[in-house]
């Protein structure tokens, strides 16, 4: 098994076309301005608040209308660079960050925006008032305060030096929002959006486009070089693809099946690059731990016996973007486990015949030795939320799981998984920055937002605790493998299967690189359109 690491992993590109030449004639043409860059997006946006959601759909259109504090570097993954945040400097016992801001940027409303703006920002996320969604709220327990002393100084002062500080920080979804607004509805920015980034939003209709159009007065001088973004809602795969092949739309910044885009490149040739990326995500199920009969250490373990990984990679990476089997920290990092480690936990064993033995005992054993009914609820994308979940239906049948399967649009299944309204989940589970075991750990944490599953465990509590506080790198990641042992014995998720992604563009598309994960560079600020 190969192993990865800058820090956690690194972005690895296949060109399947001209990707490595784009750069060489891209150095010898000056950026040109004007023209709409045309997106596919696969799901509508539940809301517009990227604070208060957990989707691609908010994230991806809205982050060209925002700032943030730092960002990943577009340009050079996965280093961490300045946005609104001019420089920074750090305590010598790490407890404190100070950041000074750019001056003179404004909002698109014409109010400049402050250190004020940037505290009021960040308590919304780490400090959220009665009533406000914060979903990665889990991510940032080591933050004590957020100050703002003057108008272009933050202060943040942690509980703890915190190796995951930084990179958490640059999460994609941290959007600067004017304070004034927030001071009057905190739910202000799920039906509307007064950003300060490279385009302002002009227009949206649900379950149909977003439409984003150029800000002239942009703070970064001579940016942005498009005149706008339009994101064409299309839930349906084939559809997307379709519009691709049309030229209906320049790109699509998820991921695509394999057969489409070899249909996709056998069509238009080099006037596509579609590039294969290492992202560091996962799709798998998660178990609502609250509700029988999956408060039984068993059911969960006879579930994930019953799956055959070696098998579903061989059926489902020709038609998804799942092609490697792991655990919860992605299986070429230096967190994971190794093949035979790996091999030794439920569902991971290559004798499939007994795998499928011991389920059923367990499942016996439990008192139900003839199976039971229970529902799958699922996001209604087809790649690789139902792909993934027709599969495991028909796996779990061999175990007497008879799985009603629920598919909800994404607003609903959004909101089912906040609610805990489930039995079993389709869940994506990864990281938008670099795969720190903080943003990918947290979920398994007693009481966090991201704790879907109600699960509680003191021992992981406990493990996840000293992680977060332990500088040294070795020893972090001996505790984060107890952790994965720990999780994947008592199957408190069910691991499918980790991503690739199958990222399809138009070759006009200049100064753009892909990223591991598909939330991130999605703002085009200094992207441009060559001439036709």
């Known amino acids: ?8 992993i690194l972005l690895t590109v296949v060109t399947l076309v001209g990707l490595w030449t784009a750069p060489v004639a891209m150095a010898q043409e000056q950026p040109r301005r004007g023209g709409v860059l045309r997106v596919a997006l696969a799901a509508d946006p539940p809301s517009l608040d990227a604070h208060q959601e957990q989707t691609f759909a908010v994230t991806q259109p809205m982050s060209a209308v925002y700032n943030n504090l730092l960002v990943l570097d577009p340009h050079n993954y996965p280093k961490i660079v300045g ?6 400097k750090v305590s010598s016992d790490h407890l ?16 400049e925006l402050t250190s004020a703006d ?70 202000y920015f799920k039906t509307r959006a007064v950003g300060s980034g490279p385009f302002k939003l002009k227009n949206y209709v649900r379950g149909s486009y977003v439409e984003l159009e150029r800000n002239p007065d942009y703070w970064k001088k001579g940016l942005p070089y498009l005149d706008g973004l339009t994101y064409f809602i299309i839930t349906d795969t084939s559809a997307r693809t379709t519009a691709l092949r049309s030229g209906r739309v320049d790109t699509e910044l998820r991921f695509l099946p394999p057969v489409d885009v070899h249909a996709i490149k056998q069509q ?48 489902l990476s020709s038609i998804t973007n799942l092609e490697l089997i792991g655990g919860v920290m992605h299986p070429e990092s230096q967190w994971a486990l190794s093949q035979a480690e790996l091999e030794k936990l439920p569902g991971f064993g290559r004798d499939h015949a007994a795998n499928l033995r011991e389920a059923k005992r367990l499942l016996a054993e439990a008192g139900y030795p003839n199976g039971f009914k229970t529902v799958l609820t699922n ?14 239906i028909s796996v779990w049948k061999k175990i007497g799981v008879d799985a009603e399967h629920r598919v909800e649009e994404t607003a609903t299944w959004s909101q089912s998984r906040l609610n805990r309204d489930f039995e079993l989940l389709i869940d994506p589970y990864g990281s938008t920055t670099v795969g720190d075991p903080d943003e990918m750990l947290d979920k398994f944490v007693t009481g966090q937002p991201e704790n879907w599953g109600r699960m509680s465990d003191p021992v992981l509590d406990d493990l996840f605790s000293l992680q977060s506080k332990e500088m040294n790198e070795a ?18 998720r ?22 591991p994960s598909h939330w991130n560079n999605r703002r085009f600020e200094d992207a441009w359109l060559a001439a036709k």
């Open 268 to 315: 238009l040739g080099d006037k596509v690059v579609a590039a294969r990326i290492q992202s560091i995500g996962s799709f798998g199920v998660t178990v609502n731990a609250g509700k029988k009969p999956f408060d039984d250490e068993r059911v969960r373990k006879a579930l994930t016996l019953a799956i055959d990984r070696y098998d579903a990679v061989k059926t």
């Open 96 to 111: 404190t960050h100070t950041f000074t801001l750019h001056e003179g940027i404004k909002f698109h409303d014409g109010s």
């Open 379 to 392: 996001r209604n994308i087809k790649m690789p939320y139902v792909d993934l979940a027709v599969y495991l």
């Open 118 to 187: 940037v505290k009021a920002s960040w308590d919304k996320v780490v400090f959220p008032s009665a009533g406000v969604i914060s979903p990665r709220r889990g991510n940032y327990q080591m933050i004590k305060s957020v100050e703002a002393p003057d108008r272009v100084t933050v202060v943040f002062r942690l509980h703890h030096p915190s190796p995951a500080f930084m990179t958490s920080l640059a999460h994609p979804a941290n959007f600067i929002y004017p304070k004034k607004h927030l001071d009057t509805d905190p739910h």
């Open 475 to 492: 020893k972090r990641i001996q505790l984060v493998k107890e952790m994965i042992k720990r999780i994947l014995t008592k199957a408190w």
């Open 1 to 8: 098994m190969r192993r990865l690491t800058v820090g956690v």
């Open 494 to 515: 069910i691991e499918g299967l980790w991503t690739t992604r199958l990222e399809v563009r138009t070759a006009r598309l200049r100064n753009y690189e892909p990223m």
């Open 83 to 88: 946005d609104v945040a001019k420089s920074w």
